[in-house]
């Protein structure tokens, strides 16, 4: 089975503190994907990568940053955590085979975030 | 632009029932794929079904089932057979275009469904 984990279920920071977020995924995957999701809004893409050291932003990349130094591990990184950042954040993988029509994305367990 | 609109915040079946969920969808690619993902209370995503612009077939998948049609861009999904354990958030997703084979999901808002004993 493919596994996606993330490093913490419930984490609380407070304002300014550096947070780092840890996804780890098992299946070679090329794809990895950070979201968050806040009531109402559903889920909303932060960063992706699609290769080792390579990083796209997505639709809310303000005040993240990722990073990708392996093919398994992708970290998203609050450089100086705010109160609005409380969320649920939730890692996702995607096999990267060029021309494949259906590739499902498999998503980790997800780590809620409160930042005090 | 690319954009999923879930219209219904909150649903509510009795169990052993069929419930439909809506959803449409907006996209100008001529080619793109459509999920349906579920979510429990303990907050994982879980994948339930899949559907691709050019199947000529709705998808299904035991109990799930998607009532595609194309023209009207609507992707809903019908779960017949109503269970206590369907009470869930379910959240329609489209593949994006983000760097083309990338295959980034854009979500809608999603749906609460609510299934009553």
């Known amino acids: 089975d493919v596994k996606v984990t993330q490093s913490s279920r419930y984490l609380v920071k407070r304002t300014g503190e550096k947070v780092f977020l840890e996804c780890v995924q098992d299946?070679?995957?090329?794809?990895m994907f950070w979201y968050r999701q806040d009531p109402g809004l559903g889920l909303r893409l932060i960063y992706f990568?699609?290769?080792?050291?390579?990083?796209e932003k997505g639709d809310i990349p303000e005040g993240y940053s990722v990073s990708r130094e392996k093919k398994e591990r992708f970290s998203l990184i609050l450089e100086s955590a705010s109160t609005n950042q409380t969320s649920m954040y939730l890692c996702?993988?995607?096999?990267?085979?060029?021309?494949?029509?259906?590739?499902?994305?498999?998503f980790g367990p997800g780590t809620r975030l409160t930042v005090l | 632009a690319q954009k999923i609109t879930q219209t219904q915040p909150g649903m509510f079946v009795q169990e052993k029932e069929a419930v439909t969920l809506d959803c449409t969808y907006d996209?100008?690619?001529?080619?793109?794929?459509l999920f349906w993902y579920k979510q429990p209370s303990s907050g994982e995503m879980i994948f339930l079904i899949y559907?691709?612009?050019?199947?000529?077939q709705n998808a299904t998948e035991g109990r799930y089932s998607l009532n595609f049609q194309k023209a009207r861009k609507s992707a809903n999904l019908v779960i017949s057979a109503s269970q206590l354990g369907d009470s869930a958030m379910y959240f329609c997703?489209?593949?994006?275009?983000?760097?083309?084979?990338?295959?980034?999901?854009?979500f809608g808002k999603g749906t609460k469904l609510s299934v009553k004993p």
């Open positions: 996702a993988s995607r096999d990267g085979l060029a021309g494949a029509s259906y590739n499902e994305q498999f």
């Open positions: 299946m070679d995957h090329e794809n």
């Open positions: 990568s699609y290769d080792v050291k390579m990083k």
């Open positions: 996209t100008s690619d001529p080619s793109y794929g």
């Open positions: 559907q691709g612009s050019y199947d000529q």
């Open positions: 997703a489209m593949r994006g275009s983000y760097g083309g084979s990338q295959g980034n999901l854009i």
